[in-house]
C-alpha cells in the first residue's frame, strides 16, 4: 500500500456544478501528477505540479485547475462540470531526485450526471 | 509527438504459464523512461518495472521482466510462472526521463485460468 491518499473515493456531481478532489502525497515526495481515466480507456495526463508550481500540462482546457500546498499535497478542480468529465481521477507523488518510481493513490471515482 | 500502443486489448493464459504483452512507443526525445502499471478492478495503479532508455540490460523485478527493444521501439512485458492473482488491466507507459508525466498505452486485460 502506498502512501498516496485520495478523497473522496466517489461523488456524483450535476453538469454545471465545481468539484475539488484532493491527493496527499507520500512522504520525501515534491512532485504531484494527475491523471484522468474515462472507463475502458488509460489514463491521460492532465497537469503536474512541482514544489508549488505547475510544471507541466496535457490537453485539458482552463477549466481543470490544479493547486500544490507546502506540505506537497495538491487539488484538483473542475467548473463547469460536463458529462464527459465523468472518470476515475488519479494522482501520483515521486520525487525525480529519489527515484524512477511514482505512486499512485487508490482514485476518486466522479459520475457527472 | 510520443506514442504508446498496446495492441492487445485481451489476453487469456493457463496459470503457471508465462506471458508476453506487447508494448512499442513512438518518440523524439533521446532519454525516456518506461514503464509496466498493473491495474486491478479496484483501480489503483500498481508500479511492477522500470527500464531507462540508457540502460544496457533489461529489467528484472521478481516474476517480471522488460524485454526492452531500442532499436524497434518495444518494451514488452514478460510475467514468468503467472498466477490467478495477476488478473488484472495492465498498462505501458513513458515519460521523459525523470519527469512523471506519462503518457498512457491503451492497456490488456489479463485473465489467469486455473
Known amino acids: 500500500e502506498t502512501g498516496v491518499t485520495q478523497s473522496p473515493t466517489h461523488l456524483i456531481k450535476t453538469r454545471g456544478q465545481q468539484v475539488t478532489l484532493r491527493c496527499s502525497s507520500q512522504?520525501?515526495?515534491?512532485?504531484v501528477s494527475w491523471y484522468q481515466q474515462a472507463l475502458g480507456q488509460g489514463p491521460q495526463f492532465i497537469f503536474q505540479?512541482?514544489?508549488?508550481?505547475?510544471?507541466g500540462r496535457g490537453n485539458f482546457p482552463p477549466r481543470f485547475s490544479g493547486l500544490q500546498f507546502p506540505n506537497y499535497s495538491s487539488e484538483l478542480n473542475v467548473n463547469a462540470l460536463e458529462l464527459d468529465d465523468s472518470a476515475l481521477y488519479l494522482c501520483?507523488?515521486?520525487?525525480?531526485?529519489?527515484?524512477?518510481?511514482?505512486?499512485f493513490g487508490q482514485g476518486t471515482r466522479l459520475t457527472v450526471v | 509527438a510520443q506514442k504508446i500502443t498496446q495492441t492487445q486489448p485481451g489476453m487469456f493464459v493457463q496459470e503457471k504459464e508465462a506471458v508476453t504483452l506487447d508494448c512499442t512507443y513512438d518518440?523524439?526525445?533521446?532519454?525516456?523512461?518506461l514503464f509496466w502499471y498493473k491495474q486491478p478492478s479496484s483501480g489503483e495503479m500498481i508500479f511492477l518495472i522500470y527500464q531507462g532508455s540508457y540502460d544496457q540490460q533489461n529489467a528484472t523485478e521478481g516474476r517480471y521482466s522488460l524485454n526492452f527493444q531500442k532499436a524497434r521501439k518495444s518494451a514488452n512485458l514478460v510475467i514468468s510462472a503467472s498466477q490467478l492473482g495477476d488478473s488484472a488491466m495492465y498498462f505501458c507507459a513513458m515519460s521523459p526521463l525523470r519527469n512523471y508525466q506519462l503518457i498512457w498505452g491503451a492497456g490488456t486485460k489479463l485473465i489467469i485460468k486455473p
Open positions: 518518440t523524439s526525445d533521446p532519454s525516456y523512461g
Open positions: 505540479y512541482y514544489r508549488e508550481e505547475e510544471n
Open positions: 501520483a507523488s515521486s520525487n525525480p531526485g529519489l527515484g524512477t518510481e511514482a505512486f
Open positions: 512522504s520525501g515526495h515534491n512532485t
